[in-house]
T-cell receptor, first 114, second 114 residues
């Protein structure tokens, strides 16, 4: 079963607006990561937040993590048409290397209209 | 740097045929994994490996075999293809002993089983 679920499934905004995507997960985690996937391409890592962190920034990206609610959000500020892509959250569970797995949610399709 | 290279990019198989999806990485990553991506399902883990000679099953391993004879290569074998295996397959790699590290993905193999 999937660990993470993104919300909304699809989001359409105008260029310049902010985009917020949410992710909920089920079990305790070591870290939570966000990836972007452009149409027909592989996934590209955006940002990683550790379980003991609450907020992290990278350029126009802001990620928050609430371990008590088992949820995370990704905020993209001042969106651009080039931000159009699918965004996935992924959780890393288990300290044991042999059992470590990166589990993905179903993704949010973001469309930024020019 | 090449990163993670998957071949082929596209493949059509007939039901019952076998084939091997190739994955190679040049980053000396110990951890490698295979995912399949289906519409609305996100990425699901098929098999993973924490080093040469060591493999384990993920969430959806049935119908797939893997082996890891070298650090660089992690092929995925379909022994008898079924239409349910029509999907996009992604290979990923990362450092095994670094907990808070990103995964690098290949560009994917789009497989159709008719």
């Amino acid at each position: 079963s999937q660990q993470g679920e993104e919300d909304p499934q699809a989001l359409s905004i105008q260029e310049g607006e902010n985009a917020t995507m949410n992710c909920s997960y089920k079990t305790s985690i070591n870290n939570l990561q966000w990836y972007r996937q452009n149409s027909g391409r592989g996934l590209v890592h955006l940002i990683l937040i550790r379980s003991n962190e609450r907020e992290k920034h990278s350029g126009r990206l802001r990620v928050t993590l609430d371990t008590s609610k088992k949820s995370s959000s990704l905020l993209i500020t001042a969106s651009r048409a080039a931000d159009t892509a699918s965004y996935f959250c992924a959780t890393l569970t288990s300290q044991v290397v042999s059992a470590r797995q990166l589990t993905f949610g179903s993704g949010t399709q973001l469309t930024v209209l020019p | 740097n090449a990163g993670v290279t998957q071949t082929p990019k596209f493949q059509v198989l007939k039901t019952g045929q076998s084939m091997t999806l190739q994955c190679a990485q040049d980053m000396n990553h110990e951890y490698m994994s295979w995912y399949r991506q289906d519409p609305g399902m996100g990425l699901r883990l098929i098999h993973y490996s924490v080093g040469a000679g060591i493999t384990d099953q993920g969430e959806v391993p049935n119908g797939y075999n893997v082996s890891r004879s070298t650090t660089e290569d992690f092929p995925l074998r379909l022994l008898s293809a079924a239409p349910s295996q029509t999907s996009v397959y992604f290979c990923a790699s990362s450092y095994r002993d670094k907990l808070n590290t990103e995964a690098f993905f290949g560009q994917g193999t789009r497989l159709t089983v008719v």
